[in-house]
């Protein structure tokens, strides 16, 4: 199984939609959880943090299930600009260690 | 955050030549990663490099083939050694900052031939 696990789409959705994806993990010690966005030929950047309490930034809103190992990220009112791929990062759990590991991202597409 | 600096943005390599990749940051930080992106997969980490001592290579990298040199908290170098083909990848230079939040240089697009 692999460590963090993604549907990887793509999400072909219409302007103005609602969108979510979701993201398992594997290891029940990680900690820290970030949803990473990448466009294309592009290096990923961090979008946003998970907190156990959830949490929002605008459009954006991300939740963790601890006791079923998931997050997930919902985007409301989709632009054009949304489209890229989403990556979920989890960190590995070991003690020291403060590496993170990447899922394989769910690509989104929004439509005009 | 942090301004990374990565170069060179791309590079095409003969087969058995060695590349170094070069990461320099507007600030001094204590985490520094290496990672590798192939086509079409995610983020694989390469090693950790740590300064002032050796660098922490995960399962499946080793330091002959990938040796990294840190010296000093804004700077670090990642050679990849006797290229093949397969090694044919997008190389990104991390920064871990507060929270493990990563910021990422804009990679280096590597063809070997």
């Known amino acids: 199984r692999k460590e963090v696990e993604q549907d990887p789409g793509p999400f072909n959705v219409p302007e103005g939609a609602t969108v979510a994806f979701n993201c398992t993990y594997s290891n029940s010690a990680s900690q820290s959880f970030f949803w990473y966005r990448q466009d294309c030929r592009k290096e990923p950047k961090l979008l946003m943090s998970v907190y156990s309490s959830g949490n929002e930034d605008g459009r954006f809103t991300a939740q963790l299930n601890r006791a079923s190992q998931y997050i997930s990220l919902l985007i409301r009112d989709s632009k054009l600009s949304d489209s890229a791929t989403y990556l979920c990062?989890?960190?590995?759990?070991?003690?020291?260690?403060?590496?993170?590991?990447f899922g394989s991202g769910t690509r989104l597409q929004v439509q005009p | 955050s942090a301004v990374i600096s990565q170069k060179p943005s791309r590079d095409i390599c003969q087969r058995g030549t060695s590349l170094t990749i070069q990461c320099q940051v507007d600030s001094q930080v204590t985490m520094m990663f290496w990672y590798r992106q192939q086509p079409g997969q995610s983020l694989t980490l390469i090693a950790t490099?740590?300064?002032?001592?050796?660098?922490?290579?995960e399962s499946g990298f080793v330091i002959d083939k990938f040796p990294i040199s840190r010296p000093n908290l804004t700077f670090s170098t990642l050679t990849v050694s006797n290229m093949s083909p397969e090694d044919s990848s997008i190389y990104l230079c991390?920064?871990?900052?507060?929270?493990?939040?990563?910021?990422f240089g804009s990679g280096t697009q590597l063809s070997v031939l």
């Open positions: 490099a740590n300064q002032g001592s050796e660098a922490t290579y």
């Open positions: 990062v989890v960190n590995k759990g070991d003690t020291g260690r403060r590496a993170l590991t």
């Open positions: 991390s920064v871990g900052l507060t929270n493990e939040k990563l910021f």
